[in-house]
């Protein structure tokens, strides 16, 4: 399954990269957190607190990198968020709907 991961590089900007994950293997994790945000919601520059899987159940959000690079994340996309040093991301809840988001750390 292909999902997009968001980390620091050398550089200490962040950037994407899309990688695939195994379906069938289970991974370990250390809970679950649900969040809710409204459109137009903007978190300014800011690292990702643990390295953590951010599943969209509802909504839109934009993530925009170092270098200006965005991705939108929809309904059932999958962000593998391990930018835990150096600038960081910003990300904005996008469009008409609420939006509703897991976030599952792991080790």
Not at 8 to 35: C, N, W
Request: proline share 6%; hydrophobic share 30%; charged share 30%.
């Amino acid at each position: 399954m292909k999902v997009t991961r968001l980390y620091a590089g050398a550089d200490g900007q962040s950037h994407f990269d899309d990688i695939e994950v195994e379906t069938k293997k289970l991974q370990p994790g250390d809970g679950i957190v649900f969040r809710e945000g409204t459109p137009d919601t903007v978190n300014q520059w800011h690292r990702a607190p643990r390295r953590q899987y951010v599943i969209n159940l509802s909504g839109e959000t934009e993530i925009e990198v170092g270098n200006g690079t965005k991705r939108r994340f929809g309904p059932g996309d999958v962000l593998l968020a391990e930018d835990t040093s150096g600038q960081g991301h910003i990300s904005r809840d996008v469009g008409t709907q609420p939006r509703r988001f897991i976030m599952i750390p792991v080790k």
